[in-house]
């Protein structure tokens, strides 16, 4: 006999502070694979190109969309703005594969280090392309995270390889996926943008993968392969559920716990730990981060 459920037929829905809660645990889960994906990416750099490693990280997120699409209907494809979904895939693209070239040649806690510079790309680009007020205060954020980034690559102090430039390039062009995100919010729903960007995201990097396909040597590197598109599908979806039951700016400070992961991560492969410095360039990055993040978080209240 089953149990007698007490509990009203309509029941309220969960505090704030409870779901935040919750979603705080699923975003940081969602960095943790995320970090654990990076650095399957970078040792699959040693024997196979960016775009072949970039088209298998996006691989489990694309069957996730098509089997989602073969239950609920191509419906889910309508939108308002199908330019500016192509767009956000296009840009997805650039990001990924930027990111991974350039972990080919730094350190992977360097180049996590230099992304988080996307915020204040956000700030600058919203600024100029949605015409967002940004007043000195933030003006400031940015600029002082400017000079924490170059803290990090050190130009000129021997230290410096060009591919940290191909970080800032990710980091930017995640930054207008960030931009064209604000301009959809609202227009269409969250699946629609997710799949819009994936199946952008793979019919391009199909059409490359003929041109730069390297044989896959080994198991291990099929393994590699598994273990790469089950933790980017898996961060893709913890990190969509977080922010459909928490707030985004609860929840945006755990974008810098990828520090945290990706010097783990890449100690226990590389044996590589950031120096001082990086540590230092980093600290002042996340915090003009977090306090642009405050900043962003008043002026909505005020809104």
């Not at 730094?106 to 204040?120: G, K, M, Q, T, Y």
């Not at 170059?150 to 800032?168: D, E, K, N, T």
């Not at 199946?199 to 044989?215: E, H, K, N, R, Y």
């Amino acid at each position: 006999m089953p149990p007698t459920n007490t509990a009203p037929i309509h029941s309220a829905p969960p505090p704030r502070e409870t779901q935040n809660m919750r979603a705080i645990g699923l975003m940081a889960l969602g960095f943790f694979s995320f970090a654990a994906c990076d650095i399957q990416s970078k040792v699959l750099t040693e024997t196979l190109n960016p775009f072949q490693i970039v088209w298998f990280r996006q691989s489990g997120l694309v069957l996730g969309i098509l089997l989602i699409l073969a239950v609920k209907g191509l419906h889910i494809l309508r939108s308002k703005n199908p330019v500016l979904q192509i767009s956000r895939g296009v840009t997805a693209v650039a990001s990924a594969c930027c990111f991974t070239i350039a972990i080919t040649y730094v350190p992977l806690a360097d180049a996590v280090a230099v992304s988080f510079i996307a915020p204040f790309m956000v700030t600058i680009l919203g600024a100029l392309v949605l015409r967002e007020k940004v007043g000195i205060r933030r003006w400031v954020a940015v600029s002082i995270g400017f000079v924490g980034m170059l803290i990090v690559i050190r130009p000129g102090a021997g230290v410096f390889h060009p591919a940290i430039f191909l970080v800032v390039a990710a980091a930017s062009f995640f930054s207008l996926r960030q931009i064209l995100s604000r301009w959809l919010s609202g227009a269409d729903p969250v699946i629609t943008t997710v799949a819009y960007t994936a199946l952008t995201m793979t019919a391009i990097l199909s059409v490359a993968l003929p041109f730069v396909w390297v044989p896959i040597p080994d198991y291990q590197t099929v393994a590699l392969l598994f273990g790469l598109a089950a933790t980017a599908g898996l961060g893709e979806v913890l990190v969509i559920r977080a922010l459909d039951i928490g707030e985004a700016v609860v929840l945006a400070p755990l974008h810098y716990s990828l520090i945290l992961w990706a010097t783990f991560y890449g100690f226990v492969v590389y044996s590589d730990l950031p120096d001082s410095w990086t540590f230092l360039g980093c600290g002042i990055i996340m915090a003009s981060g977090l306090y642009t993040l405050h900043r962003e978080r008043k002026a909505a209240k005020r809104k």
